[in-house]
C-alpha cells in the first residue's frame, strides 16, 4: 500500500476503520472457504509479518497439534508473501507429543486471507480466528489491542505495548477490559517464561539476597537494521520500513529493545511501579539523517517509594564492547540475574531444565485457552511500557519525571498526518532545551 496515493492519514484512518470492520462482519463469512472445523482446532492470525511475527507464529503452531494459522496481515503485501513462504518451508515437527504433521501442513492462508494496508488488522480478526498476534511496529498497538478485545479475541502481544501515555492509557483500559471478557492476553516481555528466571526471582522474592538494596541493568549492543529507501516509497512508507528510527513506531530503543532490562527490574520489585526517574542520553555515532530522531545511548536512575534503586544504561553502537546483564544486590547476597544464581549467605544456583521460553509463551497461551483460564499479563507490560516512556521523557527533558507525571502526560507522537511531504520528522530532543508534555 502506497501511503502517498490513497491520500489517508493514520487520524483519519483511526476513526474510519470500525466501519470497514463492521462491514467485513457482516459480510459472507471467510470461514465458509475454509471448510468444517474440528471442534479442537484453534485458528490463529498474525499481524505484522517481520521476523518476530513470523516466528510467533512457527511457535503457536509447534505449541499444539490442532492449531492452524488461518490469515496473515501487514502494511506491505510483499511481506505478507514473504512470510508465507517461510512458514510453509517449515518442516519442524510440533512440540506436543504425538503430534505427527509438520507444521506447515497446518499453514492455511489462501489469497483471499492475506491482508495489506492500515486496515489488515480489522481483516484479520474478521477471518475467523480464535487467537491473533500482534507484532506490528509498537506504534500501532494500543488501536490493535483495542480492535482485538472489541473482537473477543484472544491475544499474543508483542511489546512494547505503546509509544506514548495517550496511547498506554488505551493498552490500560483494554487490558483491563480482556480480563472482564476472560480473553487471554500473554505479552512479548519473554524472560518472564523463562524457567531459569522464573526460578531465580522466585527466590529473590523469597529472601535469598535479603532485603533488597539496589539493581543495576545493561543493554549495550550494537547497531540493528536499516531498510535504506526507495524512490517510489512514500516518506510514511519510508518510514514504516524503518520503524525502529520514528518515536511515533518505536518509541526510541530504550522502548523497543531494552525494555526487557526494565521489565527486569520492575519484576525485582514485584511489579511495583518506580517513583520517579532521571537520566540521560544522546547521540554520539547515529547523527546521520537516516537513523530519524532516536538517541543511541541513555542512561538512567530509577527509585522505588522504597528508596531502592535501580541503574540502568543502554546503547547501541557499533565498534563498542557489549554487555547485557542484570544484577541484584541485597543485605545478605548478590544475585547475577542471567546467571540463575546468588552469592552470600544463602548461596544458590538454578539446576532445573532449561526451556525455550518463547515456546513456552505460546504453550502456555494455548493451555490456557483450552481450559478456559485465563492469563493476563497487562499490569507489567503496561508498567514496563510506562518505564521506558518515562525515562526516554527524562533522558529527553533533562528532567527529573515521576510516576504521576508519565500518566499525566499529553505527548501524542502520533504524526498529524502520513501523506507524502507531510511533516513526519519532529527535531531531536535536546535536554534542558526540549520540554515536557
Sequence with gaps: MNMANDGVDRRMFLGATGAVAMGGLLSASPLSAMGARSRDELRVGLVGCGGRGTGAAVNALNADPNVRLVALGDMFPERVERALAGLLAEDETPAAPGAPAPISTRVDVPPERRFSGFDAIDKVLAAGIDIVILATPPGFRPDHIERAVKAGKHMFVEKPVAVDTPGLIRVRKACKDAAAKGLVVVSGLCWRYDNGMRATFEKVHAGGIGTLRAMQCAYLTGSLWHHGRKPEWSEADYQIRNWLYFNWLSGDHLNEQAIHSLDKLLWAQQNVAPAKVIGMGGRQVRTDAKFGHIYDHFSLVYTWPDGVKGFFWCRQMDGCANDVSDHLFGSEGVCDVFKHSIDGAHAWKYTGPSNNMYQTEWDELVAAVRA????????????????????????????????EQAWESQEDLTPAGLRSGDALMPPVAMPGITKFV
Design 372 to 403: 478456559g483460564k485465563t492469563i493476563n499479563n497487562g499490569d507489567y507490560m503496561v508498567k514496563s511500557t510506562m518505564m521506558a516512556i518515562m525515562g526516554r521523557m527524562a533522558a529527553y527533558t533533562g528532567g527529573t519525571i515521576t510516576w
